[in-house]
């Protein structure tokens, strides 16, 4: 794929993480926007889009332990449960981003990845290369899938973006989350936090306690753990620039995207 760009809306972004199942639908319809205006603006860039689950089905995977394992009819009834609300807050992005005028097509990663004790091993990318090519954009998310160890398991969004990566071979992916970027301390509990513009992997150790998690409940890692995935993903995609910003600032997500090299936010390279 030429100038493909993955972009994630973070699930503290698009929900409310605190109170479940609780999305901020003027915010979603605002990223939307912002996503249309730049596609407009760069009509030879591709884009995928993907989100996290938020205060849906972070909330209901943590009740029910889907991401440890299922064996048991109870177990089962939740996991189907978990698939169910994370669809729920699929399905209110989506329409947001065809009512901006966006051509999106939704894939579930419960039908397309299968796992063992956890982790994505493999993961059907043809359905979405073939929407590419078509000029559709795809749409992915954080979700349940069958496990071949555990039974069932949940998918991250980083997870379902990683094996997508290996494949399609993005030349950027874009974190879009609350806070923007990533900084020395959590700069919402220490206002002097420094921001840090361009880190590198060799420097993610001396700061795996300052990231700390995410901000409410979350069961795939917070932000500590998505910066990992993303150093894995980086290793894997030398290539590949990874830009964590925040969508909280009206207009931000659109002047990154126009000009992904503007400094905005944290840039995690090699």
Not at 160 to 183: K, N, S
Not at 200 to 209: H, I, K, T
Request: aromatic share 4%; proline share 6%; net charge positive.
């Amino acid at each position: 794929m030429n100038d493909l760009h993955f972009i994630k809306l973070g699930g503290s972004l698009i929900t409310d993480k605190n109170r479940p199942l609780t999305p901020r639908p003027l915010v979603i319809q605002r990223l939307a926007r912002e996503i249309a205006a730049a596609r407009a603006a760069l009509p030879h860039r591709q884009f995928l889009i993907s989100h996290g689950s938020g205060s849906y089905g972070h909330v209901v995977g943590k009740r029910h332990r889907t991401r440890q394992g299922v064996d048991d009819a109870a177990g089962w009834q939740g996991f189907a449960e978990t698939g169910y609300i994370a669809g729920q807050l699929n399905r209110l992005v989506l329409a947001a981003l065809l009512r901006a005028g966006l051509p999106v097509i939704s894939f579930p990663p419960s039908s397309l990845a299968t796992c063992q004790n956890g982790r994505i091993v493999r993961f059907r990318s043809d359905p979405i290369r073939t929407a590419l090519e078509r000029d559709l954009i795809p749409l992915v998310f954080g979700d349940v899938a069958f496990d071949e160890t555990r039974g069932g398991t949940i998918v991250s969004t980083e997870e379902a973006l990683a094996a997508l990566a290996q494949d399609l071979t993005p030349i950027r992916l874009t974190l879009a989350g609350i806070v923007d970027g990533v900084f020395d301390a959590d700069p919402l509990r220490h206002p002097r936090a420094r921001r840090i513009p361009h880190l590198r992997l060799d420097e993610l150790a001396a700061l795996e306690e300052a990231l700390g998690s995410s901000h409410g409940v979350d069961v795939t890692g917070g932000m500590a753990g998505k910066v990992r995935e993303m150093a894995a993903l980086i290793r894997q995609n030398p290539g590949l620039r990874v830009h964590l910003i925040s969508g909280e600032i009206p207009g931000h997500l659109l002047r990154h995207l126009q000009n992904p090299d503007a400094p905005l936010g944290s840039t995690l390279s090699i």
